[in-house]
């Protein structure tokens, strides 16, 4: 074998031995079993099954499932495909630990997955569009005068037929290709680094070889990190009233809405004004989200009742009650409005409307898990 040809061979081997290597750098992020690897943050566990190797979504009710783990730095790749023609679904990257206020969707970038029956316009496609939600931001390739970034071709198959996404995130910056070709790209993400989502926003999807090849990360600055997993867990599942009980009139006025939890403020009943979890509340924090509606007149949390005045009709807000040795304190959108309120340890965590009101993003943590 004369030189020439001997590097030829040995150049042959090494880019088969770097292709390979590569190749074996991605690993599953769903087994095709069960979601071990997943959190349900927002969605009961019926909202999704493993049929065939594929993680299969029912899209009801409106929410998420995340990574258990923070990325940085990867490629991710998936098939997916709609199985109703014009359903919604997408898959986050950089994303916090639970919901943003007021809505079933995280802070994060999203990667959009529609079906093309759902139609198309000036501020939307269903090729594969990238954008900045509920507190992100991103600077985008292709853009329309807004943060969103628009695929540069139509290369989205329609429903029943699989697509391939592989989404590679480096460094704040994001790009897209759909079926084998790079055509939706953005840059300077903030957060660029969080958990992975896939959501659940109506249509029933079925995802297939999802897989992540880790790439190095780079010194990033705090303020660019997601907020991490702060050990909250929902206890209202989008689907009914499982959970919570209250008076058989008031079965009449609190209805399950999707991710929504309302209260139409027309019980007369005492009872009928309660709704009650089986959440004990000793030892934990319970987080949740309210708006109230015309003629709202207060909330008690199990049996105490905060200042009102740090919400605003028709607004969500945020309120956060911490349960220690039997005293309660509450925050409203950050701000300390109730301290050391005596309860009963050994109450559940319950609510007392006056009023219209409409609630979301239950969560509950416990402090003997953070000990």
């Known amino acids: 074998m004369n030189r020439t040809t001997f590097l030829a061979a040995a150049l042959t081997l090494l880019t088969a031995s770097s292709a390979a290597f590569a190749q074996d750098e991605f690993k599953p992020l769903f087994n095709g079993k069960d979601l071990t690897g997943w959190v349900l943050v927002n969605t009961p566990a019926e909202t999704w099954s493993v049929q065939d190797d594929m993680l299969v979504c029912s899209g009801k009710p409106i929410g998420e499932i995340r990574t258990e783990k923070m990325y940085q730095n990867f490629i991710l790749e998936v098939e997916w495909r ?17 919901t ?64 391939h996404y592989r989404i590679e995130c480096r460094d704040g910056s ?29 249509g029933v999807v079925h995802y297939r070889n999802v897989k992540i090849q880790e790439l190095p990360e780079s010194p990033v600055d ?34 399950s809405n999707d991710w929504i939890l309302s209260y139409d403020g027309k019980g007369d009943d005492v009872k009928a004004k309660m709704l009650k979890s089986a959440e004990p509340i000793r030892g934990r ?5 309210i708006k109230p509606g015309e003629g709202f007149d207060g909330v008690a949390i199990s049996g105490r009742m905060p200042p009102t005045k740090y919400t605003k009709k028709g607004e969500w807000s945020r309120v956060e009650c911490t349960i220690e040795g039997g ?6 959108n950050n701000e300390l409005v109730s301290e050391n309120s005596v309860v009963s340890d050994t109450d559940t965590f319950g609510l007392y409307v006056v009023g219209p009101a409409e609630f979301a993003n239950f969560y509950v943590r416990d402090h003997a898990s953070e000990k």
């Open 285 to 289: 924090t319970f987080l949740f989200d």
């Open 82 to 98: 709609h199985m109703v023609p014009g359903g919604n679904a997408g898959i986050f990257v950089w994303a916090d630990d639970i």
């Open 327 to 332: 005293k309660m304190s509450v925050t409203i």
């Open 174 to 202: 994001i790009s897209l290709a759909v079926n084998g070709k790079v055509v939706t790209q953005g840059k300077d993400a903030s957060p660029r680094k969080g958990y992975i989502c896939i959501e659940s926003e109506g």
């Open 100 to 163: 943003s206020k007021g809505v079933p969707f995280h802070r994060s970038v999203e990667v959009q997955v529609l079906e093309n029956a759902y139609g198309q316009s000036q501020h939307h496609t269903t090729h594969g569009d990238i954008f900045p939600i509920h507190g992100a931001t991103m600077t985008p390739i292709n853009g329309r005068g807004g943060s969103r970034a628009f695929p540069t071709e139509e290369r989205s198959k329609p429903s029943p037929e699989w697509n």
């Open 222 to 255: 705090p303020k660019h990190v997601a907020v991490a997993n702060r050990g909250f867990r929902s206890f209202y599942n989008g689907l009914d009233l499982k959970g919570w009980t209250t008076s058989e009139e008031g079965t009449k006025h609190w209805k």
